[in-house]
């Protein structure tokens, strides 16, 4: 019962290389959410999928992209990385609005030197 | 706009004691209010919800809050720690789609 997946964990890498974390959901939710986590920050919305083909930006977007080609996946992209960025991500996924639970990945530990 | 606040980023207390984690939000609408746990290296998990029917929500591994609105609160409390509850406790609201967490409490539990 895997529920959210995240790949990779653990990355390395140096100011200005790109990358992608990708999230996969095997609970067919319509929802999906990428989160960063800082300490004493709690999570921070960077992009959201509300379906398939769309996205839409959170509360701290910049430096981010994100792309939901299949519903059941939501990539997040560094497409010059900073050391700003360096943080751990949580990806999760959300069956219903509002009243419905989010359910997280193990979260991806990106430090950017 | 909506936000949470969580007094105390740190609180201690010995196994078998109260627990008690407070959660303040703001919100300009009928709120849905959640309690998440994390343990170390992990993603977050639910406590529990509230979502507008009774007021006194029960969760899981013995956690309770209850919704005052008077007091725009949802508090986390826990009759008796164990060991196994020491975690970060993040308080959330949300109306939509989108989420606001609170900063986190840490929970230590002392032998």
């Known amino acids: 019962n895997a529920g959210v997946t995240q790949t990779p964990k653990f990355r390395v890498l140096k100011t200005g290389q790109s990358m992608t974390l990708l999230c996969a959901q095997d609970m067919n939710h319509e929802y999906m959410y990428w989160y960063r986590q800082d300490p004493g920050m709690g999570l921070r919305l960077i992009h959201y999928?509300?379906?398939?083909?769309?996205?839409a930006k959170g509360e701290v977007p910049d430096g981010y992209n994100v792309s939901r080609l299949k519903k059941q996946n939501f990539l997040l992209g560094l497409e010059s990385a900073a050391p700003s960025q360096t943080s751990v991500y949580f990806c999760?996924?959300?069956?219903?609005?509002?009243?419905?639970?989010?359910?997280f990945g193990e979260g991806s530990r990106l430090t950017v030197l | 706009a909506q936000s949470v606040t969580q007094l105390g980023s740190h609180v201690s207390v010995s196994e078998g004691a109260l627990v008690l984690l407070r959660c303040n939000y703001s919100?300009?609408?009928?709120?849905?209010l959640f309690w998440y746990v994390q343990y170390p290296n992990q993603g977050l998990q639910l406590l529990l919800k509230y979502t507008s029917a009774a007021t006194l929500v029960k969760g899981i591994n013995g956690f309770e809050a209850e919704f005052k609105k008077s007091e725009t609160s949802f508090h986390l409390t826990k009759p008796s720690a164990h060991m196994s509850d020491a975690a970060e406790y993040f308080c959330a609201v949300t109306h939509g789609q989108n989420f606001v967490f609170g900063p986190g409490t840490r929970l230590s539990v002392l032998p």
């Open positions: 919100s300009s609408v009928p709120p849905y």
């Open positions: 999928s509300v379906g398939e083909g769309t996205t």
């Open positions: 999760a996924a959300q069956g219903r609005m509002n009243t419905g639970e989010l359910f």
